[in-house]
């Protein structure tokens, strides 16, 4: 008993001490940053109508991803930059890397609604203009710009989510949402190959634009969320600039290496060598400032001290890393080595894609009813790890059934993971940390899928390298062949190039199709690190806080209030949370007999 009564003790009197005293001593310390708390747990039939809003901007991201990596051949044929093109995607999940912490600070400073609408504002403008490019420098260049808004949309539905759902019907909601987002995984491989095929490679970045534009405008009609307090000025002082700063340095100085190394420029070089070394540092610089100067830090250091929130980003980032090397590299796999066309290849990977939906869906609806969570991560790497393992004996005499069940495969342990972890990191620190934890999930997810496609391209292209180099091939034959495969596929092109189909053959065996081995050997290793962190580092956390029906009913009030003739709907934001919302009953809220005297503002 005096243990656990310590430990309280203690607990409260560090909550105490962060407590800005108000009334000693005021000019002698620096002032804390105050967050106003955004959660307010709807009730069922409101979370419905929010989910819908946010489910569309699931819908946006995921169709953009799926369209544009189905279409990523054709793009690098049109610009005759088949290695260059690997920074098209790498560009756009640098930025949209990069930018995931900011968004979360963002909407805590300036509120979920606003930042979300940042978000998806700077997306469509990157995606309109990235559909105008005249070069790849361009496409590249405006991708990066779409990118940001990416990052913002995908970490904002897991934060609202966080702030109108409770803890344990989280995973239920988000799965439910995951429905819609299985439309955009069934169709988007489809409309991206059959526009690049048969349309222009133009629309393939404009044609998630109405999407978007919908969703933005049911994001401001339907999400039904508290505004902060503060005025512009002090919410603009309270950004971290300097760690925005260093987030995207380091993101860019160590991707830039990947991608270059082996292809453009030798691993040994200095230019290679030099911005790795320099990202790594960039990378202890932001800690240290994170940690020790930073008055409100993107990334608080003490997140970390909890080892289920470490696990869980060690988790993440390997479902990341493989997700999207898989999502980008399978499609090209089947192009090159089964001759698919852009539409073929994109309609054969959609087994994968339905399954990590419906695994995600059905692991939610498990972590609801059930309250655990642990299980379902640990047999999802698990089966994911086999998947990959398996994978690696893909070459172009392996049955098609046998590549679908492993997809299959590979997708319920996707799926399996995704969800699952997002609840147990946020079950692990207290609700004022939840956007802020689910926003470096975030970013170590998309870190780990930016980093993935420079390290797969840097594999493939270093097979293929070293399996032309024993033909004696001209560098430019070898440059052209590396930057499109499928000219392998090809009788004019191979005379073209002075090659037999014999030799051919011999290039898509001994080059592409062992760089593909590569990749998902590495792929394995990966999934079975993760693995055994998950069994190693995370803990099982209770998914009920205790104040969940209290806050139910306060929203509930709140909404009542919201609907009632003559309310002030900025009085009715300040009572929630605070404990001035009057308790009523339907009836009431209906009538609208409600004082506006028994709202009172809270004390400051």
């Known amino acids: 008993m005096s243990q656990t009564s310590t430990t309280r003790a203690s607990i409260h009197t560090a909550e105490v001490a962060e407590v800005p005293n108000t009334n000693h001593n005021i000019t002698s310390q620096p002032k804390e940053p105050q967050l106003t708390d955004q959660t307010r747990l709807l009730p069922p039939r409101q979370i419905i109508v929010v989910m819908f809003a946010l489910s569309l901007c699931s819908l946006v991201t995921t169709l953009d991803q799926v369209v544009v990596s189905a279409s990523l051949s054709t793009v690098a044929a049109a610009f005759n930059a088949g290695s260059v093109s690997a920074w098209i995607p790498a560009a756009y999940l640098m930025t949209s890397t990069a930018f995931q912490p900011l968004y979360g600070r963002l909407s805590d400073i300036f509120g979920r609604k606003a930042a979300i609408i940042l978000a998806m504002g700077i997306y469509i403008l990157g995606n309109l203009v990235a559909g105008f490019s005249k070069s790849i420098i361009q496409l590249i260049v405006f991708r990066a710009i779409a990118g940001v808004g990416d990052g913002g949309a995908t970490s904002m539905v897991q934060i609202v989510v966080s702030d109108v759902v409770s803890l344990r019907d989280r995973g239920k909601f988000i799965g439910y949402a995951g429905a819609v987002t299985a439309a955009g995984y069934t169709i988007g491989p489809i409309i991206g190959g059959a526009l690049a095929q048969h349309v222009s490679w133009r629309w393939t970045f404009w044609i998630t634009l109405p999407v978007a534009l919908f969703a933005s405008i049911a ?241 493939l292209n270093n097979a293929m390298r070293v399996s032309m180099n024993t033909l004696s091939l001209p560098p430019s034959t070898i440059s052209s062949i590396i930057n499109n495969p499928s000219l392998l596929l090809q009788p004019s092109d191979l005379s073209k190039f002075g090659l037999t189909s014999s030799q051919a053959d011999q290039i898509l065996v001994q080059g592409y199709n062992k760089g ?89």
């Open 219 to 459: 994001i401001l009609i339907l999400l039904p969320l508290k505004p902060v307090q503060g005025d512009m000025r002090s919410k603009l002082l309270m950004i971290d600039y300097v760690g925005v700063f260093l987030t995207l340095a380091a993101c860019t100085m160590i991707m830039l290496p990947l991608v270059w190394g082996g292809v453009t420029f030798p691993w040994k070089s200095a230019i290679v060598l030099g911005p790795l070394i320099a990202g790594i540092v960039a990378v202890g610089i932001f800690c240290l400032w994170e940690s020790r100067v930073a008055r409100l830090p993107l990334v608080p250091m003490y997140i970390f001290r909890h080892m289920t929130v470490v696990g869980v980003y060690i988790c993440m980032f390997v479902n990341g890393f493989v997700f999207f090397s898989m999502l980008f590299y399978l499609p090209q796999f089947f192009q090159v080595i089964l001759g698919y066309s852009s539409t073929r290849s994109g309609t054969f990977i959609i087994p994968l894609l339905v399954t990590v939906v419906s695994s995600a869906v059905g692991s939610g609806i498990w972590i609801s009813r059930t309250g655990k969570y642990r299980s379902m991560i640990y047999l999802g790497f698990a089966t994911f790890a086999i998947a990959c393992g398996c994978m690696t004996i893909f070459t172009a005499e392996t049955s098609r059934a046998v590549m679908v069940v492993l997809m299959v495969i590979a997708g319920l342990g996707i799926g399996a993971t995704m969800q699952t972890t997002t609840v147990a990191a946020q079950a692990s620190v207290e609700r004022k940390d939840m956007a802020v934890v689910s926003a470096v999930r975030n970013f170590l997810r998309m870190l780990g899928g930016a980093l993935a496609l420079p390290s797969s391209a840097a594999l």
């Open 516 to 604: 593909f081995k590569d990749v998902f050997i590495l792929n394995t290793a990966l999934t079975v690190l993760a693995f055994v962190a998950s069994v190693v580092m995370i803990r099982h956390k209770e998914l009920l806080r205790g104040d969940e029906e209290a806050l139910k009913k306060e929203a509930k009030a709140a909404l009542m209030l919201e609907k009632a003739p003559g309310t002030r709907k900025d009085v009715v934001a300040l009572g929630i949370g605070q404990g001035q919302i009057p308790e009523m009953n339907e009836d009431d809220g209906r009538r609208g007999d409600v004082e506006m005297g028994s709202v009172s503002s809270p004390e400051r």
